[in-house]
């Protein structure tokens, strides 16, 4: 059975420091792999998806890398600032997706 | 903008009182899904549908239906909800099953009194 792992449970940083979350997951036979952001009491927004071919993806500040073999995830923050504050999940898919449950970041001025 | 949309945005409904929540894209997907997400937990998958076609997970109580009358349109059905109903249900939507990125709705906020 698939398991999704995320460390830490939640982050406080001041801005305008690089951030590393992570992920890990149990099987590596996955389609590919997301990484969400979830405001309170908000839905969910995709931020990063890696095909399980890929190494990583980058979007502006954000970079995500994938190491399948070792089933890990890394979602590097770069310069972060007060608006990244929300909840960062990371999921799985294999014949469904199948969440972590998250790391909670509050990026402080 | 294509986009999925849920309506409404908070419900509130009685204890064993039926309920609907509503699901719509723009995008055209294939599939839709329903989760269920309690407070501080992860999503959970309740069921989805590829085209017309129903795939319920095997732990979905049987409290908990779906329809999808046409592509545009997914309805989840609570035909008598518990308090422990009380949860964010948000809709996604994905081109294919496999490989294909899943695009969510801003979920339905459900209070049960």
């Known amino acids: 059975k698939q398991e999704v792992t995320q460390i830490p449970a939640a982050l406080s940083v001041p801005e305008g420091e690089n951030l590393v979350l992570n992920c890990s997951f149990t099987d590596s036979a996955i389609y590919n792999l997301q990484w969400f952001r979830q405001d309170p009491g908000k839905g969910l927004t995709s931020l990063l998806l890696i095909q399980s071919s890929q190494r990583e993806q980058t979007s502006g500040r954000l970079n995500a890398s994938l190491d399948k073999s070792s089933g890990r995830s890394t979602l590097y923050i770069a310069a972060s600032q007060p608006g990244d504050s929300a909840t960062y999940l990371c999921a799985v898919l294999t014949d469904k997706l199948i969440f972590g449950t998250g790391t909670r970041l509050q990026v402080f001025p | 903008d294509a986009m999925v949309i849920q309506n409404p945005r908070y419900q509130v409904t009685q204890f064993g009182k039926p309920v609907t929540l509503s699901c719509s894209q723009t995008?055209?997907?294939?599939?839709m899904y329903w989760y269920q997400q309690k407070s501080s937990q992860a999503p959970k998958l309740l069921f989805h549908?590829?085209?017309?076609?129903?795939?319920n997970e095997a732990d979905t109580p049987d409290n908990f239906q779906s329809r999808r009358p046409n592509t545009s349109f997914c309805f989840l059905d609570i035909r008598s909800p518990g308090l422990g109903d009380a949860a964010m249900y948000l809709c996604?939507?994905?081109?294919?099953?496999?490989?294909?990125?899943?695009?969510f709705g801003p979920g339905t906020r459900l209070t049960v009194t």
């Open positions: 996604a939507t994905s081109r294919e099953v496999t490989t294909y990125e899943q695009y």
């Open positions: 549908y590829y085209d017309k076609d129903f795939n």
């Open positions: 995008l055209n997907h294939n599939v």
